[in-house]
C-alpha cells in the first residue's frame, strides 16, 4: 500500500515563506514524477510544480520564481519550498507520485492559507 503524508502547511501573511514535505512510504517501485497540485476553495485542482526521472522539471505560471520544487536526501521524499506567498496561494496543497506503471497517488493535504 502506498503512503503520501504532507506536512507543513499553515497560516501566513502575504509576502511570507513556507515548506512543504512529503514523506512516502509503501510499495514504490519506479517512479516517472512527483510534485505537488493545490485546489482552492470554488477552485479547479491545479499543477503547481513537478519533476521527472528524466530530470525535467516544471512549475505553474503563477508560482514560477517564487516556489522551488526538491527532492530530499532520503528517497522518495520531496519538498516545496513556497516564498513570497500570495492570497491567492491559498490552497490544499497535495503532494503526488507518477508510477512507470502508469498509477497516480496522492497524500491527504495539506491547508496553506496566506492572510493579506
Known amino acids: 500500500q502506498v503512503q503520501l503524508v504532507e506536512s507543513g502547511g499553515g497560516l501566513v501573511q502575504a509576502g511570507g515563506s513556507l515548506r512543504l514535505s512529503c514523506a512516502t512510504s509503501g510499495n514504490i517501485f519506479s517512479i516517472n514524477a512527483m510534485g505537488w497540485d493545490r485546489q482552492g476553495t470554488g477552485k479547479q485542482r491545479e499543477l503547481v510544480a513537478t519533476?521527472?526521472?528524466?530530470?525535467?522539471?516544471f512549475y505553474a505560471d503563477s508560482v514560477k520564481g517564487r516556489f522551488a520544487i526538491s527532492r530530499g536526501d532520503a528517497e522518495n521524499t520531496v519538498f516545496l519550498q513556497m516564498n513570497s506567498l500570495k492570497p491567492e496561494d491559498t490552497a490544499v496543497y497535495y503532494c503526488?507520485?507518477?508510477?512507470?506503471?502508469?498509477?497516480?497517488?496522492w497524500g491527504q493535504g495539506t491547508q496553506v492559507t496566506v492572510s493579506s
Open positions: 519533476f521527472t526521472k528524466a530530470g525535467s522539471l
Open positions: 503526488y507520485i507518477l508510477l512507470q506503471s502508469g498509477r497516480k497517488y
